[in-house]
């Protein structure tokens, strides 16, 4: 070698090439420190719970932000060469379906066994993080000024809805577009009947103003005034009062709820790493983040509440409420709703 | 027109007869790679997925469409929603460009500045602030004055859209009443006219086409937009709103396609209306010279009317404005009006969102100002085979609403050799194949005013296509290009309706962010993004002007 420099540089190199291969190595051996996840929460909520995913376990977590259909029929489409590790969000009937499709894996995770049975599947394939009971918001202001000089009492059942005097002052999502429209359909129906349910929606349909496109916007509505009285997902109300809403929440008896769950995906890229994200997920730390930052109600009975919500065990909503049933009758019930109500 | 293009044709004729068309085009291969490549452009990103839109339904998804009741109702809303719109929108932009570029009442240089404002945000902000001013328990309507419209439904709706619209009208036809020659009038003037036959025989006919222009991209925007409806229509439904709700919440692509497919109908039937009213009536006094005389203003009371119009409309915009700034500084609207600069935080700064935007937006005004700017020379100067379709491919698009082409693109982009959803790359193109109309339209009319002998000298001299386009055609273009590289740019920040099928995790776009933002209940963060998005363009507006050393040009649209 004529130029000692060049032989060192060319050392040098190999030796850095050599270094490289041996950590890749190392790395493999020790498993990927990736996950992808498919979410149906909003990207504020995910990211918190990702990055706090992150500095626990040093995984690193790649996510997609999809509207629940459209994350299950990516799931369905990539069935021969999975995608994704974790299927985020979304209600419990949804992940049922993908279980029944073989979709899913089982786990049976040491954390799960800190919620109750009525709030995951029997056989391990998915797991509720939070329940979300269908509730009544009003505002407290214009209730205060319309309402109470008449001697009209604050709502407190279903039932109480149709009073003439809240003509044109309710909205509802409606159930064709939005899973929290639904929900309240098929759980009325199911409690009380065919016969006796659709009564009762001809009749609020009298009152409500109008059917809106979005699960959230009921609360929005009732919380700025545009409307006193909105029916949607209880969180969604506690987060407007969270604002500093001046507005009254009631969860009445028998109320229909979702069960937004988590599940992993069969033959996913990272097994092992799903494992530990489903373990971190349904534990009392992430529970405890995604209650303060949603206002969502936990599956775990070890987390913190939202000031002024009940714990579930306290609210009297409609316990025998089939999820599964409610999924399979979606299309009929529809159907009958749309010949009823579609303005 | 007609004249020189016959002349240029036995002039070069004489150079070489013994060579037909193709033969003449074969001899430049610069030429025929620029020809052959927009050609191929056109047909993957504009035709494909019109194609693909057309194509994927099957005869079930085409019978379940005619079944839905749901579906037939939302396609005559539609219908009826982009007619009173279109009509309200065009006359309230024709009322005030006359006011502001014609009549020149006091305070036209703040008005006009002002009357762009709209047009710089997402739809979607002014919706929202709408309800805040004006709804049930809106600011002006119930605070003020005891009022309780019910705005949520289609009058609500016309309400917005009309105000949302009116500016993309104003911007159009103020172009063309400021090129129409004053000239003609003064020659009327002057044999004993009276102001309002001069208005109506003369600034009326000479402003049609540009009225017709304005009033395509009204109708083909108000027909796209699914933001406001979704926020205000209570009940009514509309085709972009069910096709939007058919793809994202219920993901049946089919459907979707048959939606969008039915969507392209009137959309493209006012494209052809407007396109032969443009042909028939094309006589526009473009001398390049500026315009001498005086002009014929209005009678001073007609004056002091359109001044007090144009007052109420800067009031109200300014209102809605003002309501987004508030929204987006202080902790909740109508529950706690403590500052806080928490959500511009949280949207602008932390979120890359914004960077996005801005950086998916400049490369694609600048792909789409040069590759409009070639075509049209192209189009306009030489002699290629097929160049009347090349130039209806090219002002196609502003006639496609951006639901459509955007369903279009998932359609034929998500699989196969042309996989790329996720990718900034469909974004961009989306963008410059969605926004090239204005560009490419500024460009070709700015052409037929060069002379050929222009470039034909060039060529003599012994200069091929390339370097004359390059060295004598493309500095005479400045002004096109500068049009067509701010009209992409303001558009793309602002376009929602087709890029929300496109976004990624890695691409998200601040205007579809705020939407997703608002939807979920962050007013504070999504109003935020708004301010940020109108304050940007402003930026880049200003450092345009700055750069580019001349008067930002958007006004000859």
Known sequence: MRNPAVGRCIAAAIVAVMVLGLCTALAAAQGSRELVVYVTFHENEAKRLFSLFERETGIKVKYLALATGQAVARVEAEATSPQADIFLGAGAENHEAMKMKGLLAQYASPEAAKIPKAFKDKDGYWTGIYLGPVAIIVNKDRFDAECKPKNIPMPETWKDLLRPEFRGEIVMPNPQLSSTGYTFLSSYLQKYGQAEGWAFFEQLDKNVNHYTKKGLAPAQLVATGEFLIGINFLHDQLLMKKAGFNVEIIVPKGAGWEIGSVSIIKGGPNPENARKFIDFVIGQKAQQLHTDLTMRIPTRPDVELPPGVKPLTEMDIFEEFDIIKAAADKEALLNIWSKKFAR | ?557
Not at chain 2, 402 to 424: D, E, H, K, Q, R
Not at chain 2, 429 to 442: E, L, S
Request: proline letters at 5%; charged letters at 10%; aromatic letters at 12%.
């Open chain 2, 1 to 557: 027109m007609e004249l020189s293009a016959g002349k240029a044709q036995r002039h070069t004729g004489r150079h070489n007869r013994t060579l037909t068309r193709a033969g003449k085009v074969m001899r430049e291969p610069a030429l025929v790679f620029v020809v052959g490549g927009s050609v191929a452009l056109l047909v993957v990103f504009l035709f494909l997925p019109l194609g693909k839109v057309l194509a994927m339904p099957g005869a079930g998804d085409w019978l379940s469409y005619f079944e839905t009741p749901r579906f037939v109702r939302a396609t005559l809303n539609s219908l009826f929603m982009a007619a009173i719109s279109t009509a309200s929108a065009t006359i309230l932009g024709f009322a005030f460009a006359y006011a502001v570029t014609y009549a020149e009442v006091p305070g036209s240089r703040i008005f006009r500045i002002i009357g762009l404002l709209p047009l710089m945000s997402p739809p979607f902000v002014t919706g929202l602030a709408f309800i805040l001013l004006f709804g049930r328990r809106g600011l002006i309507t119930w605070t003020l004055l005891g009022l309780r419209p019910d705005i949520y439904g289609w009058k609500g709706l016309w309400a917005v859209q009309t105000f949302a619209f009116f500016p993309t009208a104003y911007l159009s036809i103020s172009s063309v009443l400021k090129a129409a020659g004053s000239n003609l009038e003064f020659a009327a003037v002057n044999v004993g006219a009276r102001r309002w036959r001069v208005f109506r025989d003369i600034v009326l006919p000479l402003a049609t086409p540009g009225i017709a222009g304005a009033a395509l991209l009204v109708a083909s925007q108000v027909l796209a937009d699914f933001g406001n409806p979704m926020l205000i229509a209570g009940d009514f439904t509309v085709l972009a709103t069910e096709s939007y709700l058919e793809l994202i919440t219920n993901w049946s692509p089919a459907r979707a396609a048959v939606l969008s497919a039915v969507l392209l109908v009137p959309a493209l039937v006012v494209f052809l209306v407007q396109r032969s009213i443009v042909e028939r009536r094309s006589f526009v006094t473009v001398t390049g010279k500026p315009i001498q005389g005086t002009r014929m203003g209005p009678v001073p009371w007609l004056k002091w009317g359109l001044t007090v119009f144009c007052l109420a409309i800067a009031l109200f915009v300014l209102a809605i404005y003002g309501v987004v700034l508030v929204c987006a500084f202080v902790k909740t609207w109508g529950a706690d009006f403590t500052l806080t600069a928490y959500h511009f935080v949280m949207a602008v700064i932390r979120g890359r969102e914004l960077g996005n935007s801005l950086m998916l937006s400049a490369a694609a005004a600048a792909f789409s100002a040069l590759f409009t700017v070639v075509l049209a020379y192209v189009v306009q100067f030489k002699q290629v085979p097929g160049k009347a379709v090349l130039d209806f491919a090219a002002v196609l698009p502003s006639a496609v609403p951006g639901t459509v082409l955007g369903i279009g693109y998932v359609l034929a982009f998500n699989s196969g050799p042309l996989a790329m959803t996720g990718t900034a790359f469909i974004i961009i193109t989306f963008m410059i194949f969605h926004y090239m109309a204005v560009g490419y339209r500024t460009a070709s009319g700015m052409l037929k005013q060069i002379d050929r002998g222009i470039e034909e000298a060039s060529t003599n001299l012994g200069a091929h296509s390339l370097r004359s386009f390059w060295s004598v055609m493309l500095p005479l273009m400045k002004p096109a290009f500068t049009t067509g590289l701010l009209y992409t740019f303001i558009r793309s920040m602002n376009s929602v309706s087709g890029p929300i099928f496109l976004i990624s995790p890695t691409w998200t776009l601040a205007s579809v962010s705020i939407i997703n933002l608002a939807d979920h209940g962050y007013w504070g963060q999504a109003s935020s993004l708004g301010v940020a998005v109108v304050g940007s363009i402003f930026v880049v507006l200003g450092v345009a002007r700055f750069v580019l050393g001349e008067k930002v040009r958007l006004f000859e649209i």
